[in-house]
């Protein structure tokens, strides 16, 4: 369904509601159609679907007041007999808006009835009353992490630090390393140094500080394919908080800690930090970044092969179309997150960075983890991913903890593109690359031909909160 008569038909419903008239017969079916759509995305749990077929803004007007917008919404609902609501809650946030949750009830003619629900944030705006946003349990969650605040990292920031958060953003590599690190985050993989088929992966999140940098580790996961040994020590990956771990491992809790790097010089061109352990870090405006112990000994050195410029706020996204999709396909994935699921009695905590040239994945729970970096190039064809880059994947059928031998070289090297290679009906796989090619297209959405014969969606952003940080397109 496209944008227009989506939003037609919401606008239907709330002015219908909001004005106290009867719906139209023609108007009627239409809705009642649209209210069939919703009930089955929801009763297969296909979350995206949803909220992807809802407008994020409606503009109230009438001046009613927030109990009163309550019992129109419940209305609105009721017009659908696929839709049961047995319960609307309304309640004051803590930062002043209003938020109503509403339970509902998902009727389907070939599936269980689906327990559900929504919360829509109500904001006063130029005195009109406007749902600003919607979203589910997990959204709820989602927002309440500290590093999605949008000051974190940009407000109050003296000119030296600023100069630090711009200079350490973008992807390091080195000798048998690779950091990727926006403002907010960053995900590193390190082979081990002394079992070289054993890999290092990690999570923090970063807060700057008037003295230099926090660098909060959040996450830690070894694997060795050869020993088959797989070691994970993990929090909550949105928040700074000292918590209880929700996987514990021993000998990692130890380094999984917040670390204080302090600026002890800058300059134009460098800037010193002091590291906990008293060795220091070089970091230069030229993209280098080299690392000393105690005694004044080189230990690391890393490049920048890829800078990333941060945005302060969401930006304007283009719908897809037949001239746009590698543009949507590159635009709509620019930026951070951190998500925080719990199902089946276990906690999976995900954080996905996707630059303009490559994109990262740190995802773990219990006995699961996939960590991985791959390089990619999206066109109207679809998205060529690049193989063999860094992976670590545990889980019952796979046991891998990959870096190639010519990481570096690798990590520099610009994938070669065949559109002839794109097969409308299915993914390719060829020696070095993966060509997912498009299925389908809506303004909203793009379908690809993924691996296994599954689906790969990607999706128009349309809320503030649906990632961490927003990214600069090419």
Known sequence: MNIAKKCVIISVLFFMQFTQNAFPNDDFKIVEKYGQRISTILASRQLDEFMN???????????SDYETIKTKMQTVFEQFHTIKTDSFEIKQSPNSEYEIKIHLKLLSDNQEPHDYNLYFTIKMEREELTISDIYDDNDLKITNFEVYQE???????????????????GIWVGKDIEIVRTQKMEIKFERDK??????????????????????????????????????????????????DPFISNKELSSKVIAKHYKIISVNDTLIVLKNPDNSKEYVYSSGLIRNYDSNDGLTCELNKIESIEILRKMPEFEKASETTIGKCLYDWQLGSMV????????????????????????????DFCYCRKGRYIATNKGIVASRGDIRLMVNPNEFTSYMPRDHIE??????????????????????????????KIYDDKIELHGCGGMTYPYYLPKSKNSKVEWFSSL
């Not at 008037?210 to 909550?236: C, P, S, T």
């Not at 998500?339 to 490559?358: D, R």
Request: hydrophobic share 35%; aromatic share 10%.
């Open 410 to 439: 690798r990590a520099n090297r610009k994938l070669v593109i065949d559109e002839s290679k794109f097969d409308p009906t299915q993914c390719i796989f060829q020696p070095d690359v993966i060509y997912w090619s498009l299925k």
């Open 194 to 243: 002394e079992k070289p088929t054993g890999l290092w992966s990690q999570f923090s999140l970063l807060r700057y500080t008037n003295e230099g940098l926090e660098q909060n580790i959040r996450a830690l996961v070894y694997a060795n394919k050869k020993d088959r040994e797989l070691k994970i020590h993990a929090k909550n990956f949105g928040s700074f908080s000292n918590e």
């Open 53 to 63: 077929l809802l407008p994020k803004e409606i503009i109230i007007t009438d001046g």
């Open 339 to 366: 998500l925080n699921e719990h199902k089946n009695k276990q906690i999976l905590n995900k954080a996905l960075i996707t630059t303009n040239n490559t994109d990262y994945i740190f995802m773990i729970k219990d």
């Open 151 to 169: 000051g974190l990292n940009f407000d109050g920031l003296t000119d030296n630090i600023s100069k630090l958060k711009e200079w350490y953003c």
